[in-house]
């Protein structure tokens, strides 16, 4: 069946105009190419929160630029840091760039510094100021920060994301 005819069908079924049923299928086109864009950030955020006028907060800055700058050049595209000037409180931080789960294949370097970038945005929104993350951003990249070293899956007094 042609889908001008089953629109026409649709509509007599429906008892709706045929002009409505266009406007809508347009509309849930729209939505449907709109949702496979949404990037969705998961993951736990500290209850803790970085002292206004802390120090950490120059340590994380430095961290972060340089899991950006670093991360796509890495091998396995995992790189791990840590920064912190004399006298400040030392951020520690790990991102990754993850291997396409149907290619087993790892994104360009140009896409993994993207998703660096977006996951970092997305973890100051989501997570606002808290002291420690750690977070993936849909299956493409994972980022964790601390005020400590890093172990394996251990962040003290976490929350989920809202």
Same mark, same amino acid.
Not at 18 to 47: E, N, Y
Not at 94 to 103: E, G, M, P, S, V
């Given at each position: 069946?042609? @889908? ?15 002009? @409505? ?12 190419? =709109? ?17 206004? =006028? ?16 670093? /991360? ?8 791990? /840091? ?20 149907? /290619?087993? @294949? ?35 990249? /994972? ?20």
């Amino acid at each position: 069946m042609e @889908v001008p005819s089953m629109i026409s069908l649709i509509s007599k079924i429906m008892g709706v105009k045929k002009d @409505v049923l266009i406007i809508c299928a347009v509309v849930v086109a729209m939505v449907a190419a =709109g949702v496979q864009g949404v990037k969705l950030l998961s993951g736990l955020c500290s209850d803790e929160s970085i002292p206004e =006028g802390s120090t950490y907060w120059n340590s994380l800055n430095a961290t972060l630029a340089d899991l950006v700058q670093n /991360t796509p050049t890495a091998a396995n595209m995992t790189y791990s /840091t840590n920064k912190g000037v004399e006298g400040d409180v030392p951020a520690y931080g790990q991102a990754q760039c993850l291997r396409n789960a149907t /290619t087993n @294949v790892l994104p360009s370097q140009d896409s993994c510094r993207g998703c660096i970038e977006d996951i970092i945005a997305k973890a100051w929104l989501d997570c606002v100021d808290a002291i420690a993350v750690d977070v993936k951003l849909n299956d493409d990249c /994972t980022l964790r920060y601390q005020d400590s070293p890093l172990l394996p899956d251990v962040i003290q007094g976490e929350r989920d994301l809202p």
